[in-house]
Each structure stands twice: as structure tokens, then as C-alpha cells.
């Protein structure tokens, strides 16, 4: 019955960061801000999904961190973020770019990555010229650009207007999740995960998804179920890999096929046997070695090391705090 945010043992436990900051965005809403690894190494950056936090990245970062400068933040209203003043596709995109301006130098190049929410978050922003700035490859996981509650499988009926309205009425229902019990075990992993997710897997996901608050989960379920990004793709240029679980049932794998097509520079569509939405947990090498393999071959050490010794001649617009 604990109402703990995050496992804190394990594989999913998150690590503690290098530094932490805070970085603000266009309206003033702050943004919790965590960087792991070595100054001067490869830059990866991290968006989660709806209702997670940054200890839902904990098993990419605790690999990456060897060898990457790993950069992951919560979204406004998520983990250690303030609500903010409003929510929406805009909203994610002036997010990012404030995050990428906190923590990245003029210039430096990144991979970004994207898992569900944060996808439509990488796509939101494709078209700013500070990401255009910072992009050096993206990661688009878990994820669509449009028609989610349509097309979303939570519910085992046939595809149509009833299926569509009563989704959408339990994806942003206000009622509170409450505290982690078996039942709610349970629910989650029938309906964000593959069935033969591990306890320990389904554990983490619990936990990060029921300390989410239930007015920012509700409030921004529905702008995931206005999305419509569609146009956004034609500006993600930078070379995009995209993953996704054949087990899916918030986002099912046609959203991943068809940004694959869509996408102008896909480098690549991972499909996932067995694995659900919540890739980054339940098929954490696979994430990772995505992540690793777009930093190999489109961020360069020497592109970071100068990028690290511009970054101490810049005053970046962020508040440094103690971990």
C-alpha cells in the first residue's frame, strides 16, 4: 500500500545524479532537470511518457552513463516538476527546447529521445530552430502522432465509435489510481505492458504511474486525445529510429509503422515481440542499444569535448541545485 514514486532497489531503481537543475520555460513553468555521466562524453537526452518521471529512464541511464552524458528531465506536472501554467503540444515543445538550452552548449548535438508522450514531444519540437540546434539524431519510442484513443486496444472490442468514446472516458477519468496493490498490479500490466512483463517490471511501472497527480494525468489526456502532429513529421529531419512493442495496447504498432513511413530520414523500425508500452522498462537493452548505436553514429566525442569547453564560457538560463 506505499505511495513511494519509484522502486529504490534493482534495476529500475533510479541512479543519483551528477548535478541537478532547474530549467524555465517560455511561460516561467520550471522543469526538474537531472544530468548523469561525463562532461565532455556523447550527449543523449531523455523525454518521458505521460504520467512517468525520469526514474522511468533508470536502466538507460545507468548504462549510458559510461561513456554519455545523460540528460533527462519531468515534464511539467510530472515527478519533480511543477504543473506550470497550461498544457499542450506547444507546452512539450517549449519544454524541450528549454531543457536543451539549460544544459546543452551552442551548437552541441544530441540524441533525443522520445518514449510515448515524450515521442510527441520530440515531433512538437522538430520544426523550432533550437532543436534544429541541438538534434544530432532522435528516437521516437513507444509513440504516435495522432488518432491514440482510435486506435488505442485497452478495451477488447471491435474498432469503432463506441470503443473510441469509451476509451477516452477511461484514459481521462479523474478518479484517483490510489496505491499500489495487486489489483492495481494487475490493471496496469493488462493494459501498458506485454503479458509476461516480470513482477519486478511491472513494480517499477506501478509505482512511477500511480505517484503521477491525478489532475495532470487527466488534464493532459486530453490534449493526447486532440493529438494531431501528423504535419510536425515532415520537420524531424535529423536521422530518426523508431520502436515500438507489438504487445501495445496505448500505442499499437501501427503508430509505429506508420511514422516509420512517414518520417522524412527513418533510420530504422524496431518491432518488439511480446513487449507492450512501456518499452524502456520492459525491454531495457533493446532501448538502450537504440540509444547507443544513434550516438555511435551521429555524435562524435571530439563534437562533445569542444562542445563541453564552449559550454563553461555560457551562463545558461538555469538554477543549479544540490542533489
Known amino acids: 500500500m506505499s505511495r513511494l514514486t519509484h522502486v529504490t532497489a534493482g534495476p529500475y531503481a533510479p541512479p543519483a545524479a551528477r548535478r541537478e537543475l532547474v530549467a524555465t520555460s517560455a511561460d516561467g513553468s520550471r522543469l526538474h532537470v537531472e544530468v548523469h555521466g561525463e562532461d565532455g562524453a556523447p550527449a543523449v537526452v531523455l523525454a518521458h511518457g505521460w504520467t512517468c518521471s525520469t526514474a522511468f529512464w533508470a536502466a538507460q541511464i545507468r548504462a549510458l552513463s559510461s561513456g554519455h552524458r545523460v540528460i533527462a528531465y519531468d515534464q511539467r506536472g510530472h ?3 511543477p504543473v506550470g501554467s497550461g498544457y499542450g503540444t506547444a507546452a512539450l515543445a517549449d519544454d524541450l527546447v528549454a531543457v536543451l538550452g539549460a544544459t546543452l552548449a551552442p551548437g552541441e548535438k544530441a540524441v533525443i529521445a522520445g518514449h510515448s508522450m515524450g ?11 533550437e532543436f534544429a540546434e541541438h538534434a544530432a539524431a532522435a528516437l521516437l519510442c513507444s509513440t504516435g502522432s495522432g488518432r491514440l484513443v482510435e486506435e488505442a486496444q485497452v478495451l477488447p472490442w471491435r474498432a469503432g465509435r463506441v470503443r473510441t ?3 477516452g472516458a477511461v484514459l481521462g477519468s479523474r478518479a484517483p489510481l490510489g496505491p499500489v496493490t495487486p489489483v492495481a498490479r494487475k490493471v496496469l500490466k493488462y493494459a501498458t505492458m506485454g503479458p509476461g512483463s516480470a513482477p519486478d517490471k511491472v513494480e517499477a511501472c506501478a ?5 503521477c497527480p491525478t489532475p495532470v494525468r487527466h488534464a493532459w489526456s486530453g490534449v493526447l486525445a486532440a493529438l494531431d502532429l501528423d504535419a510536425q513529421l515532415a520537420a524531424l529531419t535529423v536521422p530518426t ?3 515500438g512493442g507489438k504487445s501495445d495496447r496505448l500505442t499499437p504498432i501501427v503508430h509505429a509503422r506508420g511514422l516509420a513511413a512517414a518520417l522524412p530520414n527513418c533510420v530504422g523500425l524496431t ?3 511480446g513487449v507492450g508500452h512501456m518499452s524502456p522498462i520492459e525491454a531495457p537493452e533493446a532501448v538502450t542499444a537504440a540509444l547507443r ?3 555511435e553514429a551521429y555524435v562524435s566525442r571530439s563534437d562533445a569535448a569542444r562542445s563541453d569547453a564552449a559550454r563553461s564560457d555560457v551562463s545558461h538560463p538555469a538554477k543549479e541545485k544540490t542533489p
Open 119 to 129: 515521442g510527441m514531444t520530440v515531433m512538437a519540437a522538430a520544426a523550432r530552430p
Open 293 to 295: 548505436e544513434l550516438a
Open 271 to 273: 518491432e518488439l515481440t
Open 207 to 211: 509505482r512511477i504511474v500511480h505517484a
Open 241 to 243: 529510429a523508431v520502436l
Open 79 to 81: 515527478g519533480r516538476s
Open 165 to 167: 468514446r469509451v476509451t
